[in-house]
């Protein structure tokens, strides 16, 4: 009989164990990353192109490039499009990172040749129809008028400008005139110069087969598409942080105010960037964290703060976000600073280290358990240009990371005098 009264026994993993995708190559050029994973008849195809909004020339050139490939092409209208992917039981995933456009098909493997024509027409083929267009706006545009009336969507975007600058395609953000400049043809342009094979990855995960792989190949391998002309050129921004420190944007009716707190901090490349990620989950990065333990469960000054770093292939910020009501927002900026110089001057106990290192640890194996995971975490390495070996040199730092490690590397990043802070909300008399 099983002793309930008993704890059981902890173990530690030793290893962890990653799956590595196989790298292929179709005879037309194009990369292949293939996860065989699992034995469901189902199959996830991600197209990866660099043409996020670091290539953008004008403002919202790259999200709406990328939204409107499925509102119709030479041969489908949206209409058509939306009810063979729905007769067909897919679904298709259409977004937008700073550096990277991703079109994401999940598919049945019985209905991969059909639903492989529907993809296969919107990125060889679309039309950018101006009817789709304008309603895609005005829904977009709907919905950045309501932006401006959260206090989160001001925080965040003040946040951003101030650590990089307007000018920077990290900090810059679409104002109303940016969707009315929307029109087709800058769509084409920015279509024809970065949806090509030669700017193309694929990552194929679930149960790949030798036959669907060959379907993928006659769709998307043998001949070229688009319009090459070579990988885009790297362009380079100058970050151009703001010399002030806090930043207020008054919203009287607001009954929470939203704090954002953060500077640019370390690339994902640096050798400090895994165990500075061990760090950051004891300062911010779970729900035991000393934070949440501080400012939330014993001050009551918030439903839930949190630190993390964003993901960035270079010059991530450092973010710490909080919602508190007004009179709370100078004591959580003061118990945030607090919890800085305890990490900055003692050492972490032995036994919250401990507990943290499980917790990661526990929180990588159950992160990385499907071919869906795998494919996130593999596209996470590709975007941010993370070395092959990340994945078990993370598991090895978070084994590895000491508390005079913590302590340093708080020391070294957790600079308050660079820290920048913005609050969104009802202006205190």
Known sequence: MLDRSLQPEIKTLD???VIAPEHLTFPNGIPVNVLNIGDKEIVRIDFIFDAGRWHQGQKLQS????????????????????????FYGAWLDLSVSVSHAFVTLYSLTKYLPYTLDVVESML?????PQK?????????????????????????????KALYGPNHPFGMSAEEEDFRRVNPLMLKDFFEAYYHLQNCTLFVSGKVTDKYLDMLRQHFGTESFGKPQGNPKH???????????????????????????????????????????????????????RLMSNIREEKGYTYGISAGISSYPIAPMLLIAAETTPEFVEPLISEVYHEI????????????????????????????????SWADAWIYAHTLHLSDTYFTDFFLAIQDTSAEDIRTLAQRYLCKETLKEVVSGKKMS
Do not use: W
Not at 124 to 128: A, I, L, T
Not at 133 to 142: F, G, K, P, R, S
Not at 342 to 354: A, G, M, N, R, T
């Open 235 to 289: 362009k380079d921004f100058v970050v151009e942080t703001a010399p002030e420190k806090r930043f207020f944007i008054e919203l009287p009716e607001a009954t929470q105010s939203s704090v954002r707190m953060g500077n640019v901090t370390l690339n994902g490349d640096d050798p400090d960037f895994l165990k500075f990620r061990v760090m950051l989950t004891i300062f911010g990065g779970y729900f035991g964290c």
């Open 132 to 160: 789709e267009l304008d309603i895609l706006v005005a829904n977009n545009l709907q919905q950045y008028f309501i932006g401006l009336k959260k206090t989160d969507v001001l925080a965040r975007k003040t946040f951003a």
């Open 341 to 372: 110089d305890l990490l900055q001057q003692e050492l972490v106990p032995s036994d919250e280290l401990e507990m943290v290192r499980n917790y990661m640890i526990g929180d990588l194996c159950r992160g990385y358990e499907s071919a869906i």
């Open 124 to 128: 060889k083929e679309p039309v950018f």
């Open 15 to 17: 290893e962890f164990h």
């Open 63 to 86: 999200l709406f490039t990328n939204r409107m490939l499925r509102e119709g092409t030479s041969t489908m209208t949206a209409a058509e499009i939306a009810e063979k992917l729905d």
